[in-house]
């Protein structure tokens, strides 16, 4: 119940926050690198896309809520003779704080920060067993969990070059909770535009 009320409040400073000239919707797309935070696991390659709302509250501060879909991929080959592979689609709402710097006329730097809740909406896992010498494995299959054990959160932070219309960001998550799928760290780049 708990994480269906932060997800609700997250979702509401959406759209409660009255528009002013300053605030302006966007899109953001780009690569990330996930990891378990587990013993023997290896950098995977993933991606993201969707949208952004840009709230000027006042001087340089602004917040930044988001709505992202990204896929996430974890591997672990440990010298044990098991080898773990588990993949998930998200649907993410990070909501950051963002520090405006002006470098120029035409740049601007940001700092981000925040909270963010994720939604594991499916995904596949397949493991493999070397440690009786012949290969045992199962097929890779969808993983299936409580609806609860979906939900991750975490924080994330990064900083992100805008020029124009045009957003240019590198950043970083990680994942506060153990369970189910043990915690994780993510690292990013991408682009954007706002319109």
Request: glycine residues 12%.
């Amino acid at each position: 119940m708990k994480i269906k009320q932060i997800l609700l409040c997250m979702l509401l400073a959406c759209f409660v926050v009255p528009a002013s000239a300053q605030n302006r919707w966007g899109i953001v797309g780009g690569g990330l690198f996930s990891k378990s935070m587990s013993k023997d696991a290896h950098f995977s390659l993933g991606g993201y896309a969707g949208g952004t709302y840009d709230i000027h509250i006042e001087n340089s501060w602004y917040v930044q809520p988001q709505l992202l879909f990204a896929y996430e991929e974890f591997r672990t080959k440990s010298e044990l003779g098991t080898d773990f592979f588990f993949s998930k689609f998200n649907l993410e709402l990070p909501v950051l704080a963002s520090y405006q710097i002006a470098i120029n006329n035409k740049w601007n730097l940001r700092i981000n920060a925040g909270p963010y809740l994720s939604y594991a909406m499916f995904g596949r896992d397949k493991s493999i067993d070397y440690a009786y010498g012949g290969e045992m494995h199962s097929s890779l299959g969808w993983w299936h969990q409580d609806f609860p054990d979906h939900f991750t959160y975490g924080g994330k932070a990064g900083i992100s070059l805008e020029s124009d219309h045009f957003i240019y960001t590198i950043g970083g998550k990680c994942s506060l909770r153990k369970k189910p799928f043990g915690r994780s760290v993510s690292l990013s780049a991408g682009v954007g535009y706002k319109f």
